[in-house]
Structure formats: structure tokens, C-alpha cells
């Protein structure tokens, strides 16, 4: 093996907007094309209107503006202004910033230096404006790299800051902002600033009444009891429980939503098992007490340390430098307002008792299946010819950022799991084969988990017996054919997460692969398509030799073209629990014993599609581009 050769000349110093560019995930995360919500895109919005965010917190400016058209985003905020004379340092220079001291911002999310200017480095355009005291300072960039910096003006702007940019399409590949993740981010930054007013692409978002509208809005169907709403110095908590298995949690730091948890939400888990241990006298485990729970918990730190830049894990021991501890602080609030709230309220405390017995009763039930299930899941894991897992994963204790790109695909038979296993990364993606069609599990108790074989080595795949804080991979992805069979077996393994792990999707973790119905090619160019449009314009791009391809299930995918399908370019369809969705409801009609309403259903919505294309000769696109053709053939001529 030759050695290789390690100089003075190996050694490089990056400039800021370098390194940014050619380590964007050390910044902002995975990058991603908007299928997530974490994705990048999202990230560079949120860096933007984390700096509105904190003017507000410290009392500037109620009202902030969003629009965005197409790849173009604008963020106007009426705080106090960037100082002129800094406008281009906090944009452009690295570690550059007000929060450093915490005397300007006291409890900020933004602390270091870095956010809006991992924005200017990733955007192909970047404009940013001062207003303060009638005058204004306007500068754009291009990648970082500044192109105009004008002189002071005047101006009867009120005093704030705008921000426009336009995320680098080269880094964020065919990206697309969806408004349900835009939507939900705001309403995010509402929920926990309660005189805030947001305005986005013409709707309004306000709330009067916190992390109470929070619960309301995210809940599925009518709580066991009203929603307990307790508010106090630097921290805010509401919780109710639900019929449903799992724990559901929404936590914040200084407006920031933790989605992974962190301390504070840690420290709220135990806090609330202890609290209604003691006022019940009761030594209850703590699973049956939160089995069920929905709840959320918003706490303000002096100085947090999150785990990573992208702020999804508080790491922060302390609420302040030098001061309480986080287990303590979030102890002595629930164990005053919280206790006092069950004092007064024995209606609640009757229907919270009876949660808990159910679901104490239910765990025993259980407890015998749940350690033979268990025994099984060890030797399967040792001997699983199903699972092909990967190297990393989300829950290792290493802070790797690619460990956002974690996925389990989850396929329909041998075929398609061989395809996917030989083109994978090995380090972030495993494969789970499915021996066919799953169990219909809707309406069976959680014991079909245990009894259920392939269910539960999903689960132990998974990691999630215990709650989402193991889960392993950052993504789950059903990979079928897209043919009858294939739509079959989503619905039933969609079925199986909501009924059993709602969290999973909740917390966008689920997702549909979307691979080629076609492949269409000459000698020169090969085009995947997928849909019958892309078909078209591909047919119209290359003309009457195009040779096409209709790729009936994932198996007929060659391993070499497969890989270009699950690497960066991969198309990802979220399933995502919509506001407005009824998921019981959904169920029951759809996977439930209603065949002969189900079947009206069908026969009415029935669509029959005709070719037009057939063999590729009657297409009137084809006829287009025909013509094309023999008009360049005369022009050569």
C-alpha cells in the first residue's frame, strides 16, 4: 500500500464563507430539498427570524413579516434596527454579534455569532436593510462575498430590518418550500410569544393563549381531562393525556423548538412522575403515568448550550451560568403549581387515576408476551436475515451530523431490499425486508406489537419500545412498488405507526420513497420520470428513438441506477398528520370492518386512465417534436 505524502503544503485556512459552504451541515444540519421540516431550507428561514424573535423578547417591534415566492424569501421585523454602522459585519463577519455578553439579550436563542451569516454564505442572493432613527443602510451579497455596500440614506421606514435571500440551488438540490412546514414553524414562534403577530404570504398567526393552543391545535381527538395550563417565572407547561400509546412531548428553549428534548424535557419527565406519585401515595412506575401524556414544556436559559448549531437538544445542566440546576428547577415548579392544580381540580385528578390503572393494568397483561417477544428480538438481532443495518445511527452517543441522515427502508419482499442493499451508503441507511403483506392491526391492542413477529422486530429494529429518545434512525421509509400491492402494504404499515408510535409521525420521522414509473432514453441521455408529465417532456426533449422503460416494481431497478435514487436527489413524500386530520376516524373507514361503504367509495371515485402514448408513437408531443426535427434536417440541407 503506497503511504501518502502529509505536508505544510496539505495545510489549508478556509475564510468563513468557505468553510460554511463546504461543511453547510456543521451549520445548518442536512441539507435536503423541503420534504422535511428540519431540512436546510427551513433552517436558513429560521436563523433569520430567530434575530426578529429576540428583538421582540426584549421588547422591540410586535410584528413580523414573511413572504416567500417561489425560492425567494423576505423577512421584514420592526424591532430596533442593526446598528448602520455594523449592518455588514453582522452578516458577513464570523463570530460577529450582539449576544455574546447577555446584556443586550438576556435570554436569546441566537448566541453565536454564526446564523445569518451561514444564510449570506448559502445564498446565491443575499440583501439586508437597516431602518433606524430615518436613516437606512442597504448591502447585498452574493455566496458571501459582498457586491454592493451603499452610503446611509434617508428614510421613513419604520425602525427594523429586512432580509431577502435566495438559497443556493447547488447546495440545496431542486428544494421547494411547503407551507405546512413554514406554517407550522410560525405558529411554533405564536404559540410561545403571546403579543406576537405574524404575517405570512397574506394569513395572520397570533395566539392569545400559549402553550395551551399549542395542545389544542396538535391534539387529535378530546382529551381524558381539560388541558392543565401552568405559567411561571421562565417557564410555561401544559399536559393532558390521551387514548393512545407512547409519550408526545413539545419542547422549547427561549422559543426555539427542541425536537430532539434535551435537559429540560428530561427533567419534566421525571418531574411529573414524582409529583403524581406523591400527591396519590401511590409508587406507580413511571411508564404508566406517561402513557398517553401530550404535553408541552417551555423554559428560558440564560446563555443554553444546545448540542449542535441547528439548536434541536438542549444540552444546558443549569438555567443560568453558576446558577440552579435544570432537574431542580423544573422539580420545585411542578411541585408546587402542579400539585396545587390537582388539589383543586378532583374531577382531573379522578380521570388522571384511571389513565394510569389502565394503563398499569394493561402493562401487566402484557409483561409475560412482552419478555418472550423480547428474548426473540435479541436473537433476531443477532441472526436477522431481514435487517441489513448501517454503521451510524441517531442515537449513538457521538455528535456526528450525519447522523440526520439515518434512514431504514423498509421494503416489500427480497427483490427490492437486494436493489436497495447493493446501491445504500452503508454508514446511514439500513434495509428491513417485509415477508409480504402485514397484519391489518387496526383496533388490536398493543399485545399484536409482541405477538406479531415481523411487527415487533420492527420495533426492536427501531428502537422504540421504550419511547422516540432510542429511536435509531432519523428517517423511516416505506419503499414499495408503486402498483396495488404496494399502496396495500403502505396503508397497513401506516396503519401500524399511527395506531401503536403516532410520535414517529408527529415528529415527521415517517416517509414514502418515490421512484421512477419510467426511464426514457436515446444513446446520448437517459431521463428518469415520475409521473406520465415527465414522461411527455422527456419524450418531447428526445425525440422519436427514445427507448422507454415502465418500471413495474422496485426489483426491476438495477442496483446501479438505484443508487442515484436514494443518494442526495432523493424524493422523499413526508406522511404527515394534518391539523385538521381525524386519524381514528381516517382508520376506521379506510382499514376498518365498513367493506360495503368502503367499496361505494371506490366504485364512486373510480378513475380510468387511457395511454396515449402506447408504444411511444401517438403521442402528440411526439408529433411536436417530429416536426423539430425535420425542420433542423431542411436547415442543414
Known amino acids: 500500500m503506497s503511504e501518502t505524502s502529509y505536508s505544510e503544503e496539505h495545510i489549508r485556512s478556509l475564510d468563513w464563507k468557505e468553510h460554511i459552504r463546504l461543511r453547510p451541515g456543521m451549520y445548518i444540519g442536512k441539507l435536503g430539498d423541503g420534504s422535511a421540516f428540519d431540512d436546510g431550507i427551513y433552517i436558513l428561514l429560521k436563523e433569520v427570524l430567530d434575530n426578529c424573535i429576540d428583538e421582540y423578547v426584549m421588547g422591540h417591534g410586535k410584528k413580523v413579516e414573511v413572504k416567500i415566492e417561489g425560492t425567494r424569501v423576505e423577512v421584514r421585523d420592526y424591532g430596533r434596527g442593526v446598528p448602520l454602522g455594523k449592518v455588514v459585519d453582522v452578516v458577513s463577519k464570523i463570530n460577529t454579534g450582539a449576544k455574546y455578553d447577555s446584556k443586550a439579550f438576556k435570554k436569546s436563542v441566537g448566541l453565536n455569532g454564526v446564523g445569518t451569516k451561514a444564510v449570506n454564505a448559502l445564498s446565491t442572493y443575499f440583501k439586508i436593510e437597516s431602518y433606524r432613527e430615518g436613516q437606512m443602510k442597504r448591502a447585498e451579497f452574493d455566496t458571501g462575498v459582498l457586491r454592493k455596500d451603499e452610503k446611509l440614506v434617508p428614510t421613513t421606514e419604520p425602525n427594523g430590518t429586512r432580509v431577502l435571500f435566495e438559497p443556493d440551488e447547488t447546495i440545496f438540490r431542486h428544494y421547494q418550500y411547503r407551507d405546512q412546514h413554514i406554517e407550522r414553524l410560525l405558529w411554533n414562534y405564536c404559540y410561545l410569544n403571546t403579543g406576537l403577530t405574524i404575517h405570512y404570504n397574506g394569513q395572520k398567526f397570533q395566539s392569545k393563549n400559549g402553550l395551551l393552543d399549542l395542545l389544542t391545535t396538535k391534539m387529535d381527538g378530546e382529551p381524558l381531562y381539560p388541558i392543565i395550563h401552568l405559567v411561571g417565572d421562565d417557564i410555561e407547561v401544559a399536559m393532558t393525556h390521551a387514548n393512545h400509546y407512547g409519550e408526545e412531548y413539545y419542547s422549547f428553549v427561549n422559543g426555539q423548538h427542541t425536537t430532539q428534548g434535551g435537559t429540560h424535557q428530561g427533567a419534566f419527565r421525571e418531574a411529573v412522575a414524582k409529583v403524581i406519585r406523591d400527591y396519590f401515595k401511590k409508587d406507580w412506575e413511571a411508564t404508566d403515568i406517561r402513557t398517553g401524556i401530550v404535553a408541552a414544556v417551555s423554559v428560558k436559559v440564560i446563555e443554553p448550550v444546545f448540542e449542535s ?204 420513497l418515490q421512484t421512477p414509473l419510467f426511464r426514457v432514453r436515446n444513446k446520448k441521455e437517459t431521463h428518469y420520470c415520475y409521473s406520465d408529465e415527465e414522461r411527455q417532456r422527456a419524450l418531447l426533449k428526445l425525440g422519436k428513438s427514445a427507448e422507454i422503460t415502465r418500471f413495474k416494481g422496485l426489483g426491476e431497478i438495477s442496483p446501479d441506477e438505484f443508487k442515484h435514487f436514494i443518494g442526495p436527489d432523493m424524493r422523499l413524500e413526508p406522511v404527515m398528520i394534518t391539523k385538521d386530520a381525524a386519524v381514528q376516524d381516517l382508520l376506521d373507514f379506510y382499514m376498518g370492518k365498513n367493506t360495503p361503504e368502503r367499496q361505494e367509495f371506490i366504485i364512486g371515485n373510480l378513475k380510468v386512465e387511457k395511454d396515449l402514448v402506447d408504444d411511444g408513437k401517438n403521442s402528440p408531443l411526439l408529433d411536436i417534436a417530429r416536426k423539430l426535427e425535420e425542420n433542423e434536417v431542411e436547415a442543414d440541407a
Request: net charge positive; aromatic share 6%; with cysteine.
Open 309 to 512: 448549531q441547528t439548536k434541536t437538544k438542549l444540552g444546558s445542566q443549569e438555567i443560568e451560568p453558576g446558577g440552579q440546576s435544570m432537574r431542580s428547577f423544573v422539580g420545585d415548579f411542578l411541585a408546587t403549581k402542579l400539585d396545587n392544580f390537582l388539589h383543586k381540580n378532583p374531577e382531573t385528578t379522578q380521570a388522571l387515576q384511571s389513565k394510569i390503572l389502565e394503563s398499569e393494568r394493561e402493562r401487566k397483561e402484557l409483561s409475560g408476551i412482552r419478555k418472550l417477544a423480547r428474548e426473540r428480538a435479541k436473537k433476531a438481532s443477532l441472526h436477522n436475515r431481514k435487517l441489513r443495518d448501517c454503521r451510524l445511527h441517531l442515537d449513538d452517543s457521538k455528535n456526528d451530523v450525519r447522523k440526520l441522515d439515518t434512514t431504514l427502508f423498509i421494503t416489500e419482499g427480497d427483490s427490492a431490499s437486494g436493489s436497495i442493499t447493493k446501491s445504500r451508503d452503508v454508514a446511514t441507511q439500513g434495509v428491513f425486508s417485509l415477508k409480504g403483506k402485514p397484519l391489518n392491526c387496526f383496533g388490536l391492542t398493543k399485545k399484536v406489537v409482541y405477538e406479531n413477529e415481523e411487527f415487533n422486530l420492527i420495533q426492536a429494529a427501531l428502537n422504540i419500545e421504550d419511547g422516540m429518545d432510542s429511536l435509531r434512525y432519523n428517517r423511516i421509509v416505506i419503499a414499495t412498488d408503486a402498483d396495488v400491492d404496494g399502496m396495500h402494504i403502505r396503508l397497513l404499515l401506516m396503519t401500524f405507526f399511527l395506531q401503536f408510535f403516532p410520535d414517529l409521525i408527529k415528529n415527521d420521522h415517517l416517509y414514502i
